[in-house]
């Protein structure tokens, strides 16, 4: 909204020329998003506690250290996240751009499918929630409508086409294919960071270093020098989504602070939902779906987990892992929740520097 209202009157006042640019712009979305959380942050926590009570069911098949440390902490505290996220990202982004439109629509879509889903658990008292094909179905349909978006906004010559790391001229044309293909890499995102969410402050760093590293690649894949300079794919208008990424950093560590070991409040699939999406749809649009596996391959970690615990059960009747997702298989080995919480963290962070490495080597 600023970038909208205050150039126009650059002239009179010279400082308003600072909101043309990318940079201070994220910068601003980063600060802002950080002191929402901060302010309303103890007001969102008293409210949750005085609506539920009990707080967040724990799973009775869980680790059993859950039922003594984490009874009582109240859920749904992605709300505080969406709430800096929008806010930060409708002051500090062009509000003419698309993207922005069409990630904060599948960011709030499955935010409340997620909120959904943990009021349910709420109100039942049991760890089930939204039925998971009523789940699946609507983050199919929002992650349908933005592919469509995405796909009729972006540039004919690359809106079918799926990058490949490594490789600079290799662009795939998927034809309609590319929409089922982009609805897998929204929802399956989704997903991934709702099963990473187990454990205090698990995801939201792993979440946060992604949303930092599509910041720079959203950035370079919008601006035609860099992009030229780097062979990767340029994306008019990608720039933009490197505010949103930005506030995302933002409201990730405001929510820290209050998720920190022992946590005062869960993110819930209110958070988790919507901001496996966010990072979903950000790297459809900057054509690093492929890219997105490697950032975030702590979460792709975390899933491949659950794949293979169920499928192992169900064709040998044995479990590969003490349980899953994988987080949990070391809490039944005896680690200590903050040695699996920071070991995760800094295998995120080495993936992430992995994923960043993709921008050179082609």
């Known amino acids: 909204m600023l970038y909208n209202l205050l150039p126009a009157f650059a002239d009179d006042f010279q400082a308003f020329n600072l909101f043309r640019y990318l940079t201070f ?26 609506k539920q009570g009990e707080g967040q069911p724990i799973r009775a098949d869980g680790p059993e250290s859950h039922i003594l440390t984490k009874r009582g902490t109240p ?30 629509l599948v960011t709030g879509g499955f935010g409340l499918i997620g909120f959904g889903d943990d009021y349910l658990k709420l109100t039942k008292r049991n760890a089930r929630g939204l039925p998971s094909r009523w789940k699946f179905a609507g983050q199919l349909a929002i992650s349908f409508v933005a592919a469509v978006a995405i796909m009729t906004t972006t540039p004919a010559n690359l ?38 969410d187990g454990l205090d402050g698990l995801a939201i760093v792993p979440v946060m270093i992604a949303a930092a590293v599509f910041a720079l690649i959203a950035y370079l894949a919008g601006n035609i020098v860099f992009s030229e300079y780097l062979q990767i794919l340029y994306v008019p208008g990608a720039g933009e ?28 699939d209110t958070g988790s939902l919507a901001c496996g999406g966010a990072l979903g749809a950000i790297a459809v649009v900057a054509k690093h779906e492929l890219v997105l596996a490697i950032v975030g391959g702590l979460f792709v970690l975390e899933t491949v987990s659950v794949i293979v615990q169920v499928a192992s059960f169900k064709l040998t009747g044995k479990r590969v892992f003490r349980m899953a997702p994988l ?9 200590a929740e903050p040695t699996i919480v920071i070991r995760f963290w800094i295998i995120a962070s080495v993936l992430a520097l992995a994923g960043l490495a993709t921008l050179k080597l082609r």
């Open 25 to 50: 712009r994220a910068a601003g979305a980063v600060v802002t998003a950080l002191f929402l959380s901060f302010v309303f942050g103890p007001w969102v926590i008293r409210w949750l506690k005085s």
């Open 75 to 104: 859920t749904m505290g992605g709300v505080l996240i969406l709430f800096a996220l929008t806010v930060s990202t409708l002051l500090w982004a062009d509000l003419s751009n698309p993207y922005v439109w069409t990630v904060l």
């Open 159 to 196: 809106a079918d086409g799926l990058a490949v790391p490594f490789f600079k001229d290799l662009l795939l044309n998927l034809g309609l294919f590319f929409i089922p293909f982009a609805m897998l890499v929204m929802t399956g995102a989704s997903n991934a960071v709702n099963l990473t």
């Open 241 to 268: 989504l490197a505010i949103l990424c930005a506030a995302l950093c933002g409201a990730s560590l405001g929510f820290l602070w209050f998720n920190a070991p022992p946590a005062m409040v869960f993110m819930g």
């Open 327 to 335: 987080h949990h298989h070391f809490e039944k080995k005896g680690w």
